[in-house]
């Protein structure tokens, strides 16, 4: 059995199959053929992290993983990344594009045993992705002796400095809404529709690769996983612990079993990597912190897990928190010294300049925040201090607790965590990463 693993840069569910308007009619199919998992959520809403947590099956700091790599971060062990692991399992292991584990210079690290991306030359955005896209599907339909995990990665639908890659299919603001909880304004609405018309070579891009596996006589024996790395690059998206941060999309498709399911059980993408290791039948690596998905797919269990947990240590600037979320709530903890809001950690753009042209930055954030999301799923109303629900803020407490324990996390060890040697950040202060 084969592996496709394709996915994207900040997009979040904000695609067709989730219900926005946001075309893309080739992950749509790829839906109805599969399964979409709609409360499927991220170990870390920064791309070097969130990456390393699904590649590796632990969670970012478990890995070493606290920052983004093209700033001198690196995971404990590179031999516990999936590429890594499958070559030792005796796969072809092809890597096409974007990846965020390791600095460019060291791809070798990985494990994979092929690396397409010397072949492509192409310098916008749009025309390498495409070009990605295409070097996978020329290799799918190549002679293969062994079976494959070919890695397609996209740098649609995030953001080139402050706007959405220039594409080839610009989308008309004039119709657009921007996403929640952006406000309807002339910005945000040319925001979005730089958003969407990023989104849609995404999806071209899919159908490139999909077509491959059909026109190679493929299809039926490769297992097939879209997801993104986090939420949209926009404030209180990205590098946040809301739900609009840590939400991802992921839709599967596996060969022999049933067609366009939604499964509305609480998952991470954690849970990837002992998944595969259970469909693959390769035995499962003790590392693993996740579980595996098969008895959903199987539809033998409803739930496979109780509660998932994300965090973010470091992304521009220092910003730790952590998070867990079950299926009714949510408690969002800030281990700094301060109640500001940090900005080089919101991506600049239209959206973030409309915030703080109207006063974002003097606004201050609560240390502890706890959502009841049947009542409050836009996670509005803090109830941290409401006496009815200091039960369930005392059990997510312990629970977050434990769960930092068991999983060595650094801030335990004390606060501020230091930047590895030669990593940088920016300071809290500044108002652009860049």
Known sequence: MNIVYFHTHDTGRYIQPYGYAVPAPHLQRLAEEG?????????GPTCSPSRTGLLSGMAPHSAGMLGLAHRG???????????????????????????????????????????????????????????????????????????????VGLFNTHRTEADFPETSHPVDPRYVMPPHPMYDSPQNRDDMAGFIASAAVVDRCAGIVLQALEESGLKDDTIFIYTTDHGIAFPRMKCNLYDTGIGVSLIMRVPGRERGLVVDSLVSQLD????????????????????????????????????????VTYHAAYEPMRCIRTKQYKLIRFYDDHDEFVMPNIDDGYSKRFLVEHGFRERRRAKEMLFDLYL??????????????????????????????????????GNPVPLPEGAWANSREELNPS
């Open 35 to 43: 399964y979409v998992f709609r409360q499927a959520f991220c170990a």
């Open 272 to 311: 990837l990597f002992p998944t595969l290791c259970e469909l693959l039948g390769l035995k499962k690596p003790v590392w693993l912190q996740g579980r595996s998905l098969v008895p959903l797919l199987d539809g033998t269990s409803a739930e496979i897990r109780s509660e998932v947990f994300a965090e």
């Open 376 to 413: 409050d799923p836009v996670e509005r109303e803090n109830v941290i201090d409401d006496p009815a629900y200091g039960e369930i803020a005392k059990d997510l407490s312990g629970r977050l607790q434990n769960w930092m324990e068991r999983t060595g996390d650094p801030l335990l060890a």
């Open 73 to 151: 971060f690196r995971m404990n062990d590179y031999s516990r990344h999936l590429a890594s692991f499958l070559s030792r399992s005796g796969y072809e292991t092809v890597l096409s594009g974007v990846q965020h584990e390791v600095s460019a210079d060291q791809i070798e690290l990985l494990g994979y045993t092929r690396n397409l991306n010397a072949l492509n030359t192409e310098k916008s955005r749009e025309a390498r992705d495409l070009k990605s896209a295409g070097l996978a599907a020329d290799f799918i339909r190549g002679p293969h002796d062994k079976p494959f995990f070919a890695s």
